[in-house]
Every structure is written in structure tokens, then in C-alpha cells.
């Protein structure tokens, strides 16, 4: 299963941008690109959930939202990945843990957008995130 999950060099500074992206936009490119910038990061990944356990309805496929989210951000400092699906988290306080187990040599930074800020107090295990 490693060789199916995203890349960095060791030391490396890397972005995570979780969401369901349905769909995936410009405003999520924009903060990818300003984070890389304001940031220092040397990656991004967008972390595209299988789905969000705070919404009752379910979003569009899977598949669908990568390909979409492929679409819109093309940068080769950004990784489009499913590893939430992959690893069988499903909060993102879960696949932290599971990240940090992975990849202890790298240093990640959480990223959001003010739609999450604003309920971000209601995600499970918020505190430590």
C-alpha cells in the first residue's frame, strides 16, 4: 500500500488541504497557491474525502471529485489524493494520527478555508487538530 500514497522528500514542508471539493475551485486553488507562497510550503496535498460525516447526503463519487479537482490545480508542488480512502479515516483528526505514523519526516501544516473555520468546533477531536 506505500507505493499508492503521496510522496515528499524527507524534511519536506507539506500542506494539507482536506475537504469533499464538490466541487473543486479556484478558491481552493487560490489557497493552495498562497499557502506554498505565505507558507514556505514544498507541497500540497488536497486530502478529497470519500465523505463528510457531518452532512447527511453523501457527495459525488469519488473518482468524479478527483478528476475534477485535477482539473483545476495543476501545479507539480500539488498531489491530488484519496489517501482518506485509503487509510479508512474518517476525520481528519484520524488521518492525521495516521499521517504523522507515515511520514514522521515530514512536517505537515493544516490548511482550511473560512467555510470550515466556521464550524470547525463541531469536527470531531477539533482540539487536536
Known amino acids: 500500500m506505500r507505493h499508492e500514497l503521496p510522496y515528499a522528500p524527507p524534511g519536506a514542508r507539506v500542506g494539507l488541504l482536506g475537504g469533499s471539493f464538490v466541487p473543486a475551485h479556484e478558491g481552493h486553488a487560490h489557497i493552495t497557491r498562497e499557502a506554498l507562497k505565505r507558507f514556505g510550503l514544498d507541497r500540497v496535498w488536497w486530502l478529497v474525502s470519500p465523505g463528510n460525516p457531518l452532512k447527511a447526503h453523501g457527495p459525488a463519487p469519488l473518482p468524479k471529485r478527483m478528476a475534477r479537482a485535477r482539473a483545476v490545480m495543476r501545479d507539480p508542488r500539488v498531489t491530488i489524493t484519496d489517501i482518506e480512502?485509503?487509510?479508512?479515516?474518517?476525520?481528519?483528526?484520524?488521518?492525521?494520527?495516521?499521517?504523522?505514523?507515515?511520514?514522521?519526516?515530514?512536517?505537515?501544516?493544516?490548511?482550511?478555508?473560512?467555510?470550515?473555520?466556521?464550524?470547525?468546533?463541531?469536527?470531531?477531536?477539533?482540539?487536536?487538530?
Open 85 to 129: 480512502a485509503r487509510l479508512g479515516t474518517r476525520y481528519t483528526a484520524q488521518t492525521l494520527e495516521r499521517l504523522f505514523a507515515l511520514y514522521p519526516q515530514l512536517r505537515f501544516t493544516w490548511l482550511m478555508g473560512a467555510d470550515n473555520l466556521a464550524g470547525f468546533h463541531h469536527w470531531e477531536r477539533w482540539e487536536e487538530i
